[in-house]
């Protein structure tokens, strides 16, 4: 009998971070795990400033919105690979890397799959990297999955 498992995977919706999803799908050989996504809608004064269009707050409710909807066709898709996978998505708004480890907690998750982009150098000092944060931060585990490896 396998172990069950509640496993967080971070989705920005970019290649790396599905790629992490699929990597995590694999887990189920090894536990009985329930999959949480998460996408976090950055909310900070930078965000507010760019707006090109609308209030700050419905372009965010937007945001969140098409998060979710997003969210919810790749747990279908999980759901039509793995028919008995349990999958939940949830959409929240801040920091990032706050955001994950927060709702990590208060979910009592027992491991974080993380994707990084890769990058290094002046973009990684400027862009700073939500997995390395979310390393450093975590309560729990956290697998840090690098592209070149998927």
């Not at 329930?34 to 965000?47: N, R």
């Not at 979710?68 to 039509?80: D, K, N, T, V, Y």
């Not at 000092?125 to 450093?136: F, H, K, M």
Request: glycine letters at 4%.
């Amino acid at each position: 009998m396998k172990k069950s498992l509640k496993i967080l995977v971070p989705i920005d919706f970019s290649k790396h971070s599905l790629e992490t999803l699929r990597f995590a799908l694999t887990l189920r050989d090894y536990f009985d795990p329930t999959f949480f996504l998460l996408y976090v809608v950055v909310d900070g004064e930078f965000e507010y400033f760019t707006q090109m269009s609308g209030t700050p707050r419905e372009e965010q409710r937007r945001q969140m919105q098409a998060a979710l909807s997003q969210l919810e066709q790749e747990a279908q898709r999980i759901r039509e690979i793995v028919p008995d996978a349990r999958v939940e998505a949830t959409v929240l708004t801040g920091t990032p890397f706050k955001e994950i480890c927060r709702y990590a907690e208060q979910q009592s998750v027992q491991l974080i799959v993380i994707g990084t982009h890769g990058r290094t150098g002046l973009s990684h000092l400027l862009i700073g990297s939500t997995a390395e944060r979310v390393v450093q931060q975590a309560s729990c585990p956290v697998l840090s999955v690098k592209p070149s490896i998927l």
